[in-house]
């Protein structure tokens, strides 16, 4: 058989862009900070993914399904021989059949979990509306997500596997064919207008989409949590306890914390914070109605979690199991540098933490000379 060009331009940009847009994905869902970066490459993924699948059914010779091998007789020969040369097939082998399916299948959960994670976890995106009333299972969806995230790279990993066993060990042209377009084939593919049209529709809205995810405020990275303006709601807790440090977020503690730290003000992290009696009961009324157990946040409930298996009274957030989880990677050296000072400065690292917020994309890390 020679060689025919049956992989058209679209697709071997489609499936570079894939292997971007998952690695990079990929990567930046271990960064806290780039949260909202991690989101827009998966869901610039999806954007490639569905377009695959409609050239899955419009798409010429060999990219179309009904082209695809399910045979389980192939599939078995292919897999049992993976030495020796077995049939050629033109387009897709077996193997690589069920894993362009089975990809296709789990992007589009990892990704519907992953944006279910977002709106219910963090108040962000296309599903915020259900945080109020599921946040307390946040971390299923979380951990639904990273299940199929992993099980997509391990599908990655045995196609890759096919690949190089395909190239190096049966001198298939699988590989070359991705980059050349060119594969042993008995007759040559061409594209008809509309599937012209479409390919290039393909690879510009996949890259517009990356773009606009990226550097827009658009409402699949869009925040729905609201700033708390303290001042307004409680006065003299803004101006009291903001006199001599940033505005902690009541909802950053649980009520027993607030009463026990409300009842001591006089032995105040070795200050006398203390005021007269109905300026207290009306501060830590306020407190407690902001408490943590009042809250649907995130952070709040991860304090909560964590002050569980804890015996004493903790009055400080920075003092809670959950903060030092969370800051496990900051350097100690960092908190004690001259812009920080101390690791009760929340408010120099989490922009609009003093409203309440508290976004992974509003870390901002000093920078410290050494
Ligand atoms: C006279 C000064 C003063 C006043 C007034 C004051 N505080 Fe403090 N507060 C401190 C100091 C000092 C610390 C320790 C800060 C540090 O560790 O760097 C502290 C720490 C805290 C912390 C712990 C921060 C952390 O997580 O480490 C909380 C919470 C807190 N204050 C709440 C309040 C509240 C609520 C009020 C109002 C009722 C208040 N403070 C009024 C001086 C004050
Ligand atoms: C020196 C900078 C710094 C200071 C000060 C600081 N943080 Fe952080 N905080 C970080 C960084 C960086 C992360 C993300 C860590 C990571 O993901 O590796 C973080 C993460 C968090 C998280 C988890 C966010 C999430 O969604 O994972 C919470 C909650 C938090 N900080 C609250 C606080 C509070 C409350 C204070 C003050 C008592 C505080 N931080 C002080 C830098 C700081």
Same mark, same amino acid.
Not at 250 to 254: I, M, Q, V
């Given at each position: 058989m020679t060689k025919k060009y049956i992989w058209p331009v679209a697709t071997r940009l489609a499936h570079v862009l894939i292997i971007i847009f998952f690695a990079v994905a990929y990567v930046l869902g271990d960064f806290d900070e780039l949260l909202n970066q991690h989101v827009a490459f998966g869901l610039a993924l999806g954007v490639v993914f569905v377009f695959r699948v409609i050239w899955g059914f419009i798409g010429p010779k060999h990219s179309r399904f009904r082209d695809f091998n399910f045979s389980l007789g192939d599939l078995k020969e292919y897999l049992l021989n993976p030495c020796s040369k077995t049939k050629e097939y033109e387009g897709h082998n077996p193997a690589s059949s069920y894993a362009i399916v089975a990809m296709i299948a789990v992007a589009f959960l990892t990704i519907l979990t992953g944006m279910l994670a977002y709106g219910i976890q963090e108040n962000h995106g296309v599903f915020s509306f259900l945080h109020n009333s599921y946040y307390r299972e946040m971390e299923v969806f979380e951990e639904a997500h990273e299940i199929l995230a992993n099980l997509f790279l391990a599908i990655v990993g045995v196609h890759i596997a096919g690949a190089l066993i395909d190239k190096f060990?049966? =001198?298939?042209d699988a590989i070359d064919s991705m980059i050349s377009g060119y594969k042993r084939a008995t007759e040559e593919v061409k594209l008809n207008f509309s599937q012209k049209i479409f390919s290039f529709v393909w690879i510009a809205v996949s890259l517009l989409a990356i773009f606009y995810l990226l550097f827009t405020n658009n409402v699949f990275v869009a925040s729905h949590n609201v700033k708390q303006d303290y001042a307004a709601l409680h006065e003299e807790f803004y101006n009291e306890c903001g006199s001599c440090h940033m505005i902690y977020p009541? =909802? #950053?503690?649980?009520k027993k914390s607030w009463i026990a730290m409300m009842k001591d003000l006089e032995n105040h992290f070795g200050d006398d914070a203390s005021i007269d009696d109905s300026l207290n009961h009306s501060i830590l009324a306020f407190l407690i109605k902001k408490s943590a157990e009042n809250s649907t946040s995130q952070a709040s409930l991860n304090i909560l979690k964590s002050l569980k298996d804890v015996n004493k009274t903790v009055i400080a957030i920075s003092k809670t199991p959950y903060w030092d989880e969370a800051h496990k %990677?900051? %350097?100690d050296e960092l908190f004690n540098s001259e812009q920080v #000072?101390?690791?009760? =400065?929340?408010k120099v690292c989490h922009i609009d933490i003093e409203y309440g917020i508290i976004e992974n994309n509003l870390i901002k890390i000093p920078k410290v000379e050494k």
């Open positions: 060990i049966k =001198n298939g009541p =909802n #950053l503690l649980p %990677d900051v %350097d #000072l101390s690791k009760a =400065n929340c």
